[in-house]
């Protein structure tokens, strides 16, 4: 199947409730078989264009748009199958609990035999790297081994379109790496039109023959060949928030290095994803102004040993202790804290900021820990307009959380972890989705904090981030075992 022509004229997107559209005035026309980089500022409504082109913005009920977007000439939800999306989520894509199956369930919409759809799966799964039996569960995958089912899954459908969304945000550098490969592998063999949001401008400037820059504003910012546009634009594009290899962000220059005072530390500790132990005697102390880092490929359990380190997940073994600064008189042992004890002591910020999200509205959602903690109107309104301005989310104060950019909803995440104002600091992936700026703000702002004493544990595949923050950093290697 060739490659699908993408046309947009005038076109723009406003949420349901939102003042501000999230992409406006937009003209541009993409050919058969082009690969198009799409570019731009946290906010400047990427995802939104993505997600119009794959047909699945919705009705009336969920936004209003304005001028013409088509797909081959025609409407793109009118065009069923003909384009392929991978979201910055990869949870909300994965459907059916055995990895054969939910790679399947696209080909069977699309009313593929039974056999070309088994092959189908077959091919998919070597492409992306994902070497799993058919039959194995999608609830023990990782965040970036979903991020390859759903992949997976969508280049199964073959599609004439493939949209991906951050699609290697959560990966490890040999995942990356496998991804990109797969995707070239595709586009080679079928010809299909490919647009690609991503940050890191580094990881696909050599697949892509174009880059389109939104405007913040609305509108096309710059739009061309790859080197001339991050080579003759890069600095104006680097200070809107594009990430331009050529203009990395500022780093922050740290004041203090870490204290000996202890906080938290674990003790011969293993901790598991349901039955599967993936990290055995873990030894860890972690001290006030010090910054760990845990990195590692996917699915070594990073994720899973921050939540254990935070009190949410039971050790499979050994132990997770709070020292008495920390403790102050709630006992030793986060795990058996009341959530009340938690919110002072320990925050926590998941990998998928949507798993945090609880209310409808972005100032609501950072006012319930402080609403908890019954901290006075006074206070909490001071404490909510900073952590808006410091993480330009004070223009989307009144929206609602689950219409925000993949980058809002991580550093609205951040900011409920930092309204009840911890001392320790557990973060899955916390730069995930950031523009250059506000990766530098994000980054900035826990600088300060580990100055002022604060201890943060970290699981990142963002290695400017480990070099800009980290005192110390634990690689993790797969040790997996099947508990009894």
């Known amino acids: 199947m060739p490659g699908a022509r993408i046309s947009a004229r005038g076109w723009g997107w406003r949420h349901a409730g939102r003042d501000d559209w ?9 050919e058969p078989g082009e690969r198009v980089l799409l570019l731009g500022a946290s906010g400047a409504g990427k995802s939104t264009v993505i997600h119009g082109l794959a047909g699945v913005l919705g009705g009336d009920e969920e936004g209003e748009s304005t001028g013409e977007l088509t797909l081959d000439g025609d409407h793109p939800a009118s065009r069923r199958g003909r384009a392929g999306l991978v979201l910055q989520d990869p949870d909300s894509q994965v459907i ?13 919409n ?3 035999s039974r056999e070309e759809t088994w092959r189908r799966v077959r091919d998919a799964l070597a492409i992306v790297g994902l070497d799993l039996p058919l039959d194995h569960s999608t609830e023990a995958l990782s965040g970036g081994q979903k991020q390859r089912l759903a992949l997976a899954g969508v280049l199964a459908m073959r599609p004439g379109l ?9 990966l490890d550098p040999e995942g990356v790496r496998e991804v990109v490969d797969a995707t070239r592998r595709v586009l080679d063999e079928t010809g299909a039109t490919l647009v690609v949001v991503e940050h890191r401008v580094e990881v696909w400037r050599e697949l892509v023959d174009r880059v389109i820059v939104l405007g913040a504003d609305g509108g096309v910012l710059a739009d061309g060949d790859p080197a001339r546009v991050l080579t003759d634009e890069g600095e104006s594009l680097a200070a809107s928030g594009v990430w331009v290899p050529s203009h990395p962000p500022r780093t922050p220059v740290r004041r203090e290095r870490g204290s000996d005072e202890s906080l938290v530390s674990a003790e011969r500790l293993s901790v598991a994803r349901g039955k599967r132990v993936v990290q055995q005697g873990v030894d860890l102390t972690v001290g006030a102004g010090q910054a760990i880092a845990l990195t590692g490929a996917n699915g070594v359990g990073k994720s899973t040993l921050v939540l254990t380190l935070a009190g949410l997940l039971a050790p499979a073994a050994g132990r997770v202790l709070a020292h008495p600064v920390l403790k102050g ?3 030793d042992a986060p795990l058996r804290w009341r959530s009340r004890d938690l919110l002072t002591r320990i925050g926590t910020v998941f990998q998928d900021p949507e798993h945090q999200l609880l209310t409808g509205r972005v100032r609501d959602e950072l006012a319930i820990g402080l609403r908890a903690l019954k901290v006075g109107r006074a206070e909490q309104e001071a ?3 900073e952590l808006l301005q410091r993480l330009r989310l004070a223009h989307l104060a009144d929206a ?8 809002e909803k991580r550093r609205l995440s951040v900011a409920t972890m930092l309204a009840t104002r911890p001392p320790v600091l557990m973060l899955d992936e916390p730069t995930f ?3 250059s700026r506000t990766w530098e703000e994000l980054v900035a702002m826990l600088a300060s904090l580990l100055d002022d004493g604060n201890a943060i544990v970290m699981a990142t595949h963002d290695e400017r981030l480990v070099d800009a923050l980290a005192t110390s950093t634990l690689r993790l290697q797969p040790r997996a075992e099947v508990l009894a």
């Open 162 to 170: 493939l949209l991906l969304d951050e699609p290697t945000a959560n």
């Open 329 to 331: 008189g709630v006992g």
């Open 96 to 108: 059916l609990a055995r990895v054969g199956d939910d790679v399947a369930f696209g080909c069977e």
């Open 22 to 30: 999230a992409v406006r005035d937009l003209d541009l026309a993409i």
């Open 110 to 112: 699309l009313g593929v």
């Open 433 to 435: 989705g950031q523009d």
């Open 383 to 385: 404490r909510i307009d």
């Open 400 to 407: 609602n959380p689950f219409t925000l950019s993949g980058g």
